[in-house]
T-cell receptor, first 114, second 109 residues
Framework: TAGITQAPTSQILAAGRSMTLRCTQD?????MYWYRQDLGLGLRLIHY???????GKGEVPDGYSVSRANTDDFPLTLASAVPSQTSVYFC?????????????FGPGTRLTVL | GQNIDQPTEMTATEGAIVQINCTYQ??????LFWYQQHAGEAPTFLSY??LDGLEEKGRFSSFLSRSKGYSYLLLKELQMKDSASYLC??????????WGAGTKLIIKP
C-alpha cells in the first residue's frame, strides 16, 4: 500500500510566489496534519484536520492555508512565500485525533524559498 | 508554555545499550510517543506510553513516569542501523503532539 504520498519531493521557489504542497493518503484516516521541521527545532504543527470538511490552526499557521475537501487529500498552500518558510514539510495522518492513535508520516517535501 | 527536553546528541558503541531521556512540561497529558527518524527520511513510530511503567518491544523499551514528567527510550544490542534521531512527543489536552527537537544517536563500531 502507498500509505501517505507527498509531492513534490523538493522545490526551489522564488519569494513572493505561491505554491501548493500535495498530500494524499490511502488509509482512510480521518485526521491529517501538516508539520514543518527545522534544524534544531522539534516538528511544529502548521494546520490539522480532524475529519473531512474541517480544519484547524496549529502552532505556526501564519502564511499557510489548507483545505480538506475529501478524506484522502490535504493540500497545504503558501500564498506568498518568504525565505523563513524554507523548511522540510511533513504531512501525517492518523485514524482519529484521539490519544492512542499513532500518526504516520509521508516522505516530506524539502522547500527552499529564495 | 509547553516544553519537551531531550539531549541533542549521544554516542554509543555497537552491541551496547543506550538510554535516551525525555522530560516534558505540557498542558495536559494524553500519552507519550517515541519516533525514529533516519537522516533525510520521515519519522517512524517506535512506541507509545500512557500509563506509568515500562513497555518492551524487542530491542527497544520505553519507560514513563507521569508524576516526574519523564520518559526514556532504551535501546539494547545496538546495531549500526540504529544510527538516527529519536524524537520524543507528548499529546497535550487538545490531542495535539508537542515534539522535542530530537536526539541524534551516533553508533560507533
Amino acid at each position: 500500500t502507498a500509505g501517505i504520498t507527498q509531492a513534490p519531493t523538493s522545490q526551489i521557489l522564488a519569494a513572493g510566489r505561491s505554491m501548493t504542497l500535495r498530500c494524499t493518503q490511502d488509509m482512510r484516516h480521518n485526521a491529517m496534519y501538516w508539520y514543518r521541521q527545522d534544524l534544531g527545532l522539534g516538528l511544529r504543527l502548521i494546520h490539522y484536520s480532524n475529519t473531512a470538511g474541517t480544519t484547524g490552526k496549529g502552532e505556526v499557521p501564519d502564511g499557510y492555508s489548507v483545505s480538506r475537501a475529501n478524506t484522502d487529500d490535504f493540500p497545504l498552500t503558501l500564498a506568498s512565500a518568504v525565505p523563513s518558510q524554507t523548511s522540510v514539510y511533513f504531512c501525517a495522518s492518523s485514524v482519529e485525533a484521539s490519544s492512542t492513535d499513532t500518526q504516520y508520516f509521508g516522505p516530506g517535501t524539502r522547500l527552499t524559498v529564495l | 508554555g509547553q516544553n519537551i527536553d531531550q539531549p541533542t546528541e549521544m554516542t554509543a558503541t555497537e552491541g551496547a545499550i543506550v538510554q535516551i531521556n525525555c522530560t516534558y512540561q505540557t498542558s495536559g497529558f494524553n500519552g507519550l510517543f517515541w519516533y525514529q527518524q533516519h537522516a533525510g527520511e520521515a519519522p517512524t513510530f517506535l512506541s507509545y506510553n500512557v500509563l506509568d511503567g515500562l513497555e518492551e518491544k524487542g530491542r527497544f523499551s520505553s519507560f514513563l513516569s507521569r508524576s516526574k514528567g519523564y520518559s526514556y527510550l532504551l535501546l539494547k544490542e545496538l546495531q549500526m542501523k540504529d544510527s538516527a534521531s529519536y524524537l520524543c512527543a507528548v499529546k497535550d489536552s487538545n490531542y495535539q503532539l508537542i515534539w522535542g527537537a530530537g536526539t541524534k544517536l551516533i553508533i560507533k563500531p
